[in-house]
Nanobody, 127 residues
Framework: QVQVVESGGGLVQAGDSLRLSCVAS????????MGWFRQAPGKEREFVAG????????YYADSVKGRSTISRDNAKNTVYLQMNRLKPEDTAVYYC????????????????????WGQGTQVTVSS
């Protein structure tokens, strides 16, 4: 089994920055894709950002594009999401998800395509 654990959330003011971390453990995969999702109260879980195993391909939701950067350190089995200029609408529980195999299509935004999920970390942005 694989365990995925997020950290780095917290309470910040609008305009501040946060760096979320996601660590995968328990089993290693030669190639895997990792993504960040978030879910605000009363809303569906939505895609935020994703990154390929090599780190050569990154993807962002329009809502965070230009304000966030996803990166990974495969030696540490860790993925980071740097979020800058945070807005109150960024408030949500942020989840890290892992897919065991690379995507062959562009369906990385679909929650059903991922194999493992973390417990979530709360990000609250006050105005």
């Amino acid at each position: 089994q694989v365990q995925v654990v997020e950290s780095g959330g917290g309470l910040v003011q609008a305009g501040d920055s946060l760096r979320l971390s996601c660590v995968a453990s328990g089993r290693t995969f030669s190639s895997y894709f990792m993504g960040w999702f978030r879910q605000a109260p009363g809303k569906e879980r939505e895609f935020v950002a994703g990154i390929s195993w090599s780190g050569g391909s990154t993807y962002y939701a329009d809502s965070v594009k230009g304000r966030s950067t996803i990166s990974r350190d495969n030696a540490k089995n860790t993925v980071y999401l740097q979020m800058n200029r945070l807005k109150p609408e960024d408030t949500a529980v942020y989840y890290c998800a892992l897919r065991k195999r690379p995507f062959s299509t562009s369906n990385y935004r679909d929650t059903l395509e991922y194999d493992y999920w973390g417990q979530g970390t709360q990000v609250t942005v006050s105005s």
